[in-house]
């Protein structure tokens, strides 16, 4: 599915890190309920919680399309027992889906080994953390190398549950990454705004703060997928637009080759999460810079999954 990469001059916006959304109208951070109703009816009609405005500075952006094969994460968080997790291995093993497409899946800890023993050889695991270091004194942590010695091949960093729940900054993020990568774990490396920061003008800044924690860390970008989470996004039903999605990986894609290289920013896949489903990922999908998603919610529902993985068909047309 690998597409040639292409080059398209686009204007976007760059926010400062001080620019506040105080105009008239905008947003407060607590949502009400008429906002909620804005929510409910689209994103995309709220003008506020676009990252382009012509009150922002405006800066131009070359905008290279991802050159890498289509991935599909599923990260299961904390959910299942042995016996719905066996009834999800069932739908994922008979499910058809298109081959060009990497399928990496996130059980909890404890199901690791029913999962990798399960699922056939289609499917990668992933953990959803590691610790920073070596094993020893340090409980309820699990080490990178005991996550290889399980089977795991890949392991999910910077997950907005961990920097805003569990307290991780981007500084032990990047050398979880750094450590993760030297022992051949690969890393889903997770980025994104709250719906504050968005509101303040402020999703490039974020995004780019915790892109430079990765990158001056990581020895090498080949086994990294980058995935865009918009805070405001996950779990809530409040799913970006496709454009908005498009306009931050586009500004990550471009971040890439000013701070790392054109190479890097052409190879690195960028991946969307934050409530995609089986409606809206195919037209997700068709955008050039979006290289696949990181799934919640519906990796638990194998057949929706599925189809969420098939969405590289649509990229495939769009292309």
């Not at 996004?233 to 496709?242: E, L, Q, W």
């Not at 500004?251 to 190479?263: G, H, M, P, T, Y």
């Amino acid at each position: 599915m690998a597409a040639a990469a292409t080059a398209v001059a686009v204007t976007t916006s760059l926010p400062s890190a001080t620019q506040r959304s105080n105009r008239p109208g905008s947003m407060t951070t607590t949502l009400s309920s008429s906002n909620s109703a804005i929510f409910s009816s689209g994103l995309s009609s709220n003008p506020n919680l676009r990252i382009s405005s012509s009150q922002r500075r405006s800066r131009t952006v070359f905008a290279m399309a991802g050159s890498g094969k289509f991935f599909v994460g599923g990260n299961w968080k904390c959910n299942g027992t042995k016996e719905s997790i066996s009834k999800l291995i069932s739908e994922l093993n008979s499910a058809k889906m298109e081959s060009d497409v990497d399928v990496v899946v996130a059980p909890p800890y404890v199901y690791i080994e029913q999962v990798r023993s399960a699922l056939t050889d289609r499917f990668e695991i992933s953990a959803q953390n590691s610790w920073v270091g070596k094993g020893g004194a340090f409980t309820g942590e699990i080490s990178v190398e005991q996550l290889k010695d399980i089977g795991c091949k890949w392991v999910i960093l910077g997950h907005s549950e961990r920097r805003h729940i569990i307290g991780e900054d981007n500084e032990f993020i990047g050398k979880k990454s750094a450590y993760a990568l030297g022992q051949k774990l690969k890393v889903i490396a997770c980025i994104g705004e709250k719906l504050e920061e968005r509101e303040a003008g402020k999703t490039f800044d974020v995004c780019f703060q915790q892109m430079k924690a990765f990158a001056d860390n990581v020895p090498s970008w080949d086994d990294v997928v980058i995935a865009y989470e918009p805070v405001w996004a996950i779990g809530t039903g409040k799913v970006a637009t496709p454009e908005q999605a498009q306009e931050v990986h586009v500004a990550v894609r471009d971040w890439l080759k000013k701070n790392v290289s054109s190479e890097v920013a052409s190879k690195t896949r960028i991946i969307y999460g934050g409530s995609v489903n089986g409606s809206n990922c195919a037209e997700l999908a068709k955008q050039k810079d979006i290289d696949g998603f990181l799934v919640g919610g519906a990796s638990l529902k194998g057949p929706e999954f599925a189809t969420i993985v098939n969405s590289v068909t649509s990229k495939k047309v769009a292309a």
